[in-house]
């Protein structure tokens, strides 16, 4: 199993002035996957952008690239039941809330003042702890 990074995407972003729409609803912001090439755009909407605050944006941004963590299982499921019947399908929404819990959980330890990397394997003298 290769292992996931989100330094194995090459991340681009746009702005756009049009309403991104997935399941028919306006997003404030959406991934986009080129995934032979291992790239993804993600879109944000400038006139969602006037008016969010800076939680907002940071939020929205962490959500997105949550999607790109889980986007070998998106991919799969996609292929097993069809891209027609998967938007708008429950487990669409189950993987949103999935992604929108995880982002929850990343920014609450973000903000707690937990460290990057989440997990040090080495204590305070350099040994493993």
Not at 22 to 36: K, L, M, Q, W
Not at 70 to 75: K, S, W
């Amino acid at each position: 199993m290769r292992r996931l990074e989100m330094t194995e995407w090459i991340i681009s972003y746009q702005f756009v002035n049009k309403p991104v729409r997935t399941t028919g609803e306006d997003v404030f912001a959406s991934v986009t996957t080129n995934d032979p090439y291992r790239r993804a755009v993600i879109e944000y909407v400038r006139s969602s952008l006037d008016v969010a605050t800076d939680e907002e944006v940071e939020s929205s941004s962490v959500h997105e690239l949550v999607h790109l963590l889980v986007f070998p299982v998106t991919q799969r499921v996609r292929d097993l039941i069809g891209a027609e019947s998967w938007l708008g399908s429950e487990l669409f929404q189950a993987l949103e809330t999935a992604c929108e819990n995880v982002t929850f959980r990343l920014l609450t330890l973000h903000r707690k003042g937990f460290p990057r990397p989440f997990f040090d394997p080495l204590d305070s003298r350099g040994r493993l702890a």
